[in-house]
């Protein structure tokens, strides 16, 4: 399985950017999919996702805000990002965890988008 991301930008607070993860490979074994962000010092955090049985969520610090869906033709999931602040400027990423033909978990990111918020 492969990913690759796009769509972050540079926008003013209030403003909107969506970004795209198209999957790749043996996507019918992903068992989920989300998108995470990961601001300078901090450590990665999700953000909103996909389970297997295609509940999405999203974190309570986005919610309201952004909103997560998959495009199960092109095997796309987007995070719409509406009311941005600048607390939201982060490198995202989306990524996966899938199974091998021998059932073995396995996790896989894109390559990241950068996200800057300016106020």
């Known amino acids: 399985v492969q990913l690759q991301a796009s769509g972050g930008g540079l926008v003013e607070a209030g403003g909107s950017l969506r970004l795209s993860c198209v999957a790749s490979?043996?996507?019918?074994?992903?068992?989920?999919r989300g998108w995470y962000r990961q601001a300078p010092g901090k450590e990665r955090e999700l953000v909103a996702g996909?389970?297997?049985?295609?509940?999405?969520d999203v974190v309570d610090s986005v919610k309201g805000r952004f909103a997560v869906s998959w495009d199960s033709i092109t095997d796309t999931i987007y995070l719409q990002m509406n009311d941005l602040k600048p607390e939201d400027t982060a490198i995202y990423y989306c990524?996966?965890?899938?199974?091998?033909?021998?059932?073995?978990?396995?996790?896989?990111w894109g390559q990241g988008t950068l996200v800057t918020v300016s106020s």
């Open positions: 490979g043996s996507t019918s074994n992903i068992n989920a």
């Open positions: 996909f389970t297997k049985d295609d509940r999405d």
């Open positions: 990524g996966a965890i899938y199974h091998t033909d021998d059932l073995v978990l396995k996790s896989v």
